[in-house]
T-cell receptor, first 116, second 114 residues
Framework: GAVVSQHPSRVICKSGTSVKIECRSL??????MFWYRQFPKKSLMLMAT?????????EQGVEKDKFLINHASLTLSTLTVTSAHPEDSSFYIC????????????FGQGTRLTVV | GENVEQHPSTLSVQEGDSAVIKCTYS??????FPWYKQELGKRPQLIID?????GEKKDQRIAVTLNKTAKHFSLHITETQPEDSAVYFC?????????????FGTGTQLKVEL
């Protein structure tokens, strides 16, 4: 398999501030990265798909100005939650797919965001 | 877009029994169906997958079946063990050269009791 590292694993921030979450593919080039949001005991909800060097494609209902995604290199994608509010508190998880792996997407360990 | 439904939401079995989780999908163009296992507080891990050109795939105690006509697929776990306890997600996708967007089912909490 391949390794995807997500950082930080937990973050607490104040309302109104921004938080950046990083997703790195450690041993392969990730041509595509996906960002998900997971509520307690719920499924993984796809937020956006990002391809290296191009703008992210957001799912319906996800505010692109609130959840900024950057995929500047083949090993790094970032999700920035801007002007965070308590309702943004959730578990955010990324997955990455590369040309070496035709089908499988590998997940990061996730980030627990708490906005107070 | 694709819609994936998964049942049951919770499943309790005795150790050694079999467990079956079922999913249906809506987009007939979907051609790749992976299953992920997520233990509490951990990341989802791929346990088995199947493509639309195959009707069944088996890997030791785990098997997946696919019925393209009915647009449903199932996960079968035989001889369940306590370590099989986790949340299982099915997913559907259309494999393309530029991406592999997975649409997940709602998850099944499997509990294997001693």
């Amino acid at each position: 398999g391949a390794v995807v590292s997500q950082h930080p694993s937990r973050v607490i921030c104040k309302s109104g501030t921004s938080v950046k979450i990083e997703c790195r593919s450690l041993d392969f080039q990730a041509t595509t990265m996906f960002w998900y949001r997971q509520f307690p005991k719920k499924s993984l909800m796809l937020m956006a798909t990002s391809n290296e060097g191009s703008k992210a494609t957001y799912e319906q209902g996800v505010e692109k100005d609130k959840f900024l995604i950057n995929h500047a290199s083949l090993t790094l994608s970032t999700l920035t939650v801007t002007s965070a509010h308590p309702e943004d508190s959730s578990f955010y998880i990324c997955s990455a797919r590369g040309d070496r792996f035709e089908t499988e997407a590998f997940f990061g360990q996730g980030t627990r965001l708490t906005v107070v | 877009g694709e819609n994936v439904e998964q049942h049951p939401s919770t499943l309790s079995v005795q150790e050694g029994d079999s467990a079956v989780i079922k999913c249906t999908y809506s987009d007939s163009a979907s051609n790749y169906f992976p299953w992920y296992k997520q233990e509490l507080g951990k990341r989802p891990q791929l346990i088995i997958d199947i493509r639309s050109n195959v009707g069944e795939k088996k890997d030791q105690r785990i098997a997946v079946t696919l019925n393209k006509t009915a647009k449903h697929f199932s996960l079968h776990i035989t001889e369940t063990q306590p370590e099989d306890s986790a949340v299982y997600f099915c997913a559907a996708s259309i494999l393309t050269g530029g991406g592999n967007k997975l649409t997940f089912g709602t998850g099944t909490q499997l509990k294997v009791e001693l």
